[in-house]
Each structure stands twice: as structure tokens, then as C-alpha cells.
T-cell receptor, first 113, second 113 residues
Framework: ELKVEQNPLFLSMQEGKNYTIYCNYSTTSDRLYWYRQDPGKSLESLFVLLSNGAVKQEGRLMASLDTKARLSTLHITAAVHDLSATYFCAVSLGGTSGSRLTFGEGTQLTVNP | DTGVSQNPRHKITKRGQNVTFRCDPISEHNRLYWYRQTLGQGPEFLTYFQNEAQLEKSRLLSDRFSAERPKGSFSTLEIQRTEQGDSAMYLC???????????FGPGTRLLVL
């Protein structure tokens, strides 16, 4: 059974600081996704990572994938309050599992002024 | 912008009642997914369709749950004889092809009293 683990689960940081969220998964995967969720809202797609060594950046967020280590990271640079949200990684196995996503528990990020 | 839409957005019902939710995917997306999310957790996969065919169901989907996508466009998720444990956010997502990014709707928040 595929398991996806994120850490930390809760992160409180100061504006302007850098930090990294980690996502580990237990089985070889086709691809890895990062989503953002604001309180009471749905999920917004941030990144999809397709291959080992893939790196994608959007604004202050950068995601990377190491398929050999079964690890993805979401790096936050010079955090701002608007980044406060819950961030989920999700893994797709493909094959007979179709494209169902298995999500981590989420990292609740709070950026303080 | 015609994203994924879901109705109703909120539903309060009494235990034992039946409820039905509707999801309209992004136009021309042939894959449609249902997930359930409880407070503080990541979404959990329930089922998915390719066009009108239901290709996979999770073990989470008990006999009280049924989903349809009769014409390969909108989908409905029905819960019969609701229980308090069914209280959750029910999320619908769609994608153009298998393994493509899944775009989520706003969700239907169900509260069973």
C-alpha cells in the first residue's frame, strides 16, 4: 500500500525566512504533485514533477523530486504572509491503479509578520 | 473560466437520510474523480470515471455509496442512510487524460447530525 508522509505537519515561520517541506513516499511512482489549500477552500495545483531530478519554480516556491530517494521537497524562499496555507503532496502510481492520487497529511504553514 | 463546479456547496442532513451531490467537470475532461477529505487530513480517493465508465472504487466506498456519470459529462455521488462518520468535504476533480493534473472543484461540505 502506498504511503505518503509529509513533515513537518505544522510550520510557523517569520516573513523573509526560508524553509523546506519534505514529502516521502513508499513506492515507485509515476509522478508527484504539490497542491495548496486555503482554509475552507478547495485544492489549487502548484506543481507536477515527472522525473528524477525535476525542479520547478513559481515565485517563492520551488519543488524538486528525487525518485531514487522517493523524496520531494517544497522550498519556500523569503516567505510572505500570502503563502500561509496548507500544502499537500500527492503521488500517482499509474498502471492498474489508474491515476488515483494518494495524498500526504498536509503541512499547515503560517507566515507571521 | 469554467472550472470544476460542485453542488450543493453545503449540506446538512439527519442521520439515516439520503443525499446526492453533483459534479460538473471541466468541459472535455474525460476523467472525473471523487475524493473525501476530513478535517486535518489529506483527501482520500473514492472512485473515478473515464467517460461514463467507473474504472476504480476504493475500499472506502461502502455499499451505501454510489456514483454515476451517465453521459460522460456530469457525475453524481449518492450516500444512502447517512451516518455521522460520513461528515466530510466531498471533492470532485477532473483531468483531460490519465496522469494529467487533476483540477479540483470547490467541494461539498456534508454535515450529518
Amino acid at each position: 500500500e502506498l504511503k505518503v508522509e509529509q513533515n513537518p505537519l505544522f510550520l510557523s515561520m517569520q516573513e523573509g525566512k526560508n524553509y523546506t517541506i519534505y514529502c516521502n513516499y513508499s513506492t515507485t511512482s509515476d509522478r508527484l504533485y504539490w497542491y495548496r489549500q486555503d482554509p475552507g477552500k478547495s485544492l489549487e495545483s502548484l506543481f507536477v514533477l515527472l522525473s528524477n531530478g525535476a525542479v520547478k519554480q513559481e515565485g517563492r516556491l520551488m519543488a524538486s523530486l528525487d525518485t531514487k530517494a522517493r523524496l520531494s521537497t517544497l522550498h519556500i524562499t523569503a516567505a510572505v504572509h500570502d503563502l500561509s496555507a496548507t500544502y499537500f503532496c500527492a503521488v500517482s502510481l499509474g498502471g492498474t491503479s489508474g491515476s488515483r492520487l494518494t495524498f500526504g497529511e498536509g503541512t499547515q504553514l503560517t507566515v507571521n509578520p | 473560466d469554467t472550472g470544476v463546479s460542485q453542488n450543493p456547496r453545503h449540506k446538512i442532513t439527519k442521520r439515516g437520510q439520503n443525499v446526492t451531490f453533483r459534479c460538473d467537470p471541466i468541459s472535455e475532461h474525460n476523467r472525473l474523480y471523487w475524493y473525501r477529505q476530513t478535517l486535518g487530513q489529506g483527501p482520500e480517493f473514492l472512485t473515478y470515471f473515464q467517460n461514463e465508465a467507473q474504472l476504480e472504487k476504493s475500499r472506502l466506498l461502502s455499499d451505501r455509496f454510489s456514483a454515476e456519470r451517465p453521459k460522460g459529462s456530469f457525475s453524481t455521488l449518492e450516500i444512502q442512510r447517512t451516518e455521522q462518520g460520513d461528515s466530510a468535504m466531498y471533492l470532485c476533480a477532473s483531468s483531460l487524460l490519465a496522469q494529467e493534473t487533476q483540477y479540483f472543484g470547490p467541494g461539498t461540505r456534508l454535515l450529518v447530525l
